[in-house]
């Protein structure tokens, strides 16, 4: 049986083969077959975008799986059926039923659910073994015989246990059910994902949006689909999983990225960072803005040859108060007091007999213009942020019963600029001009956004997020027991509320698929200690190792450590406090170790990671150096500590000369 499934594997490829062919053959053809212009232009970025896709697909197995449907009517309209699953649909000859069903179908939802209480209609659920791309074994599932295999799967367990080497890979073949419901959750739903370390919360952000641009194309295609992380280490740890599953037209960055396109080149103390990542500030920005809208002092002349309009005082203070009421985006509402102040203009021309046009219109808007900038003037989102910064008493106005004094001190320049140009702008004031740009002009929205480590965003960041997502849905992912910044979250609801989705159902992830049990023991020791409401994590897995170690050198210990690893297969991390990386990067290269930063591209087996870029990052061995400095190098150093422990998806050692945090004595 095994050589025939080989024969099935040679005739996808063949057919595989022939589909790039016919692709790039249409693609030829395409351009002389469309009608009108825009008509030609559209099928030619269709077959050229559908002829890239096959042609850079990834090299890897053409199906993980196989469904039998049985022959009663459980089955419905796949009875006596049999479909092959993989990443990508495999057409079959014409005529033909597909050779592989992409996993995304809805028929490849019963891979994943169908068990042997509910077996959707399967009678015989097959799983595939690969070894690169060669097919080395099977294993099946009687489901109608109520068999199911679930955690005792060898195929699941070695394909989940598999040495990471390289960036993070897809989990298509080991979706497990409650992953699954949550992949497939529906484009107007927003979830919650909160999920202890391993129990593949970022698989499922990252497949539901392959899977939503598959069942949702032409509306995501759109607005499009955006995905947020952490850091540049963490979008290089993920960034093959969305091409490997056929989908590159997402775009991936990070909060920072997005909102500060140029480099941050200014540094917030603590206190001013805490202050202005507060929600308090959005009033307070507001405040600034609109601060600007004066009242009409005095009536509007102008002269139009021989006439002159004239629009009094009261009703030029009637269209400012009435746009103001209306709330509209600043920029917006500069737009409609011109519009109506030269509306009436207009009214008085037109009641003269005077012929009015567009070339009329635009000279009466040119000549109101003064007016304009003295009751509602045009601003940028970077003048307003310095102007509040840089001058205590505007600070003080817009602050006035929402900040306090020792807080606006906090957040104000001590040696302003000459002007908002030669400012040095840090990573907060980024958050805080994008709240003016907002208040502006409303900025793109997305079909869909995937935040990541949504835990450790503030209130400004999660408002920021908010805006993009404003006609969208989102998915948020996190761990309230990984949160590491100042302002993290301990309570979703807090967070949902701020990025615009305080209806969003929150899901917990508990299984830890990656983290081998001992590890999970391990830091589950400090989850009492975190200040959050978040179950322990239950491994899947009992294999993996842990030493815990103390030592009198740790620089010649880790250096050993890394040595012993590098006897075994899979990814290597030495993760310590930030200040102690430089040192022992340098005595690994002295050693002759060839090592890697965080999230580069590289054959390096081992990188060398600061503790404070850690979060989502997975390694098969990892040697956590000197755990109490990474806890006293920031306020949350044990949540950073879990996060550090958490990395290991095999063998960990901890390494210390000093004593352990007594939540880990005795370990």
């Not at 559209?42 to 850079?56: D, P, V, Y």
């Not at 600034?288 to 009409?296: F, T």
């Not at 480590?453 to 400004?460: F, I």
Request: include cysteine; charged fraction near 25%; charge should be neutral.
């Amino acid at each position: 049986m095994l050589d025939d499934e080989k024969a099935y594997v040679a005739r996808c490829e063949a057919a595989l083969r022939r589909m790039l062919d016919g692709a790039r053959l249409n693609v030829v053809i395409g351009e002389r077959v469309a009608g009108d212009r825009y008509s030609a232009e559209r099928l030619g970025r269709h077959l050229k975008s559908l002829a890239k896709e096959l042609g850079e697909e990834p090299g890897g197995p053409p199906f993980f799986g196989r469904l039998d449907f049985g022959s009663d009517a459980a089955a419905g309209d796949h009875r006596a059926q049999r479909y092959y699953i993989g990443r990508r649909h495999i057409s079959g000859d014409v005529g033909q039923q597909p050779m592989v069903i992409d996993w995304r179908a809805p028929v490849s939802r019963a891979f994943y659910r169908a068990g042997a209480r509910d077996p959707q209609g399967v009678a015989v659920r097959r799983r595939f073994g690969w070894a690169g791309m060669t097919l080395t074994g099977f294993e099946d599932e009687r489901l109608d015989h109520g068999e199911d295999l679930g955690a005792t799967s060898r195929i699941v367990a070695a394909e989940i246990e598999r040495p990471r080497v390289g960036p993070m890979r897809d989990i298509v073949a080991t979706i497990q059910p409650e992953q699954d419901e949550l992949v497939r959750a529906d484009l107007e739903e927003s979830i919650c994902v909160q999920g202890a370390p391993g129990t593949g919360k970022t698989a499922v952000g990252l497949h539901r949006a392959a899977y939503l641009l598959y069942a949702h194309r032409q509306r995501l295609e759109r607005g499009g689909v955006l995905v947020l992380g952490p850091n540049r280490a963490f979008l290089g740890y993920i960034s093959a999983v969305l091409p490997a599953l056929g989908e590159v037209d997402v775009e991936q960055t990070t909060l920072e990225r997005l909102l500060a396109p140029g480099p941050v080149q200014g540094v917030d103390g603590d206190a001013a960072a805490a202050v202005k990542h507060d929600a308090r500030m959005a009033d307070v920005l507001r405040r600034a803005l609109y601060g600007r809208v004066r009242r009409p002092t005095g009536p509007v002349t102008v002269p139009d040859g021989s006439y002159r309009w004239r629009v009094a005082e009261e009703e030029l203070r009637r269209i400012v108060d009435d746009t103001r009421r209306e709330a509209p985006p600043y920029a917006v509402g500069r737009e409609r007091v011109l519009s109506r102040t030269v509306t009436m203009l207009q009214r008085q021309a037109e009641a003269r007999g005077r012929t009015v046009n567009a070339a009329w219109t635009r000279k009466m808007g040119r000549a109101v213009t003064p007016f304009l900038d003295a009751v509602w003037p045009a601003v940028r989102p970077q003048e307003v942020v310095a102007e509040l910064l840089g001058d205590p008493a505007a600070l003080a106005r817009a602050a006035d019963g929402t900040l306090t004094p020792q807080e606006q001190a906090a957040i104000g320049w001590a040696r302003p600029p000459r002007t908002f140009k030669s400012a040095r702008w840090s990573a907060a004031d980024a958050v805080l001009i994008d709240e003016v740009a907002g208040l502006l002009e409303r900025p793109r929205s997305y079909g869909h956004v995937i935040v990541d480590e949504a835990q450790d965003l503030s209130a400004m960041q999660c408002r920021a997020v908010a805006r993009r997502s404003e006609h969208g849905s989102i998915t948020v992912l996190g761990d309230l027991a990984q949160g590491t910044t100042p302002w993290a979250a301990r309570d979703w609801r807090d967070r949902l509320a701020h990025l615009g989705k305080p209806g969003a159902q929150v899901i917990a992830l508990t299984t830890g698929f990656r983290v081998p049990a001992a590890v999970v023991a391990l830091a589950n020791r400090l989850l009492g200690e975190l200040e959050v409401d978040v179950p322990p994590t239950r491994s899947f897995r009992s294999d993996g190792r842990l030493r815990v170690e103390e030592v009198p050198d740790l620089t010649r210990a880790a250096v050993a450590a890394v040595r012993e690893a590098l006897l075994r297969e899979g990814s290597i991390a030495v993760v310590a406090a930030d200040a102690a990386v430089e040192g022992l990067a340098a005595a690994l290269w002295d050693a002759g170790v060839t090592i890697t930063e965080a999230g580069e591209a590289g054959d390096a087996r081992v990188t060398v990671v600061p503790a404070t870029v850690a979060k989502g990052l997975e390694y098969d061995h990892v040697v956590v150096v000197e755990p109490a400095e990474i806890v006293e190098a920031g306020a949350r150093g044990l949540n950073r500590l879990y996060v550090v422990l958490t990395r290991a998806v095999s063998r960990l050692d901890v390494l210390h000369r000093r004593p352990l945090p007594p939540q880990l004595a005795g370990a």
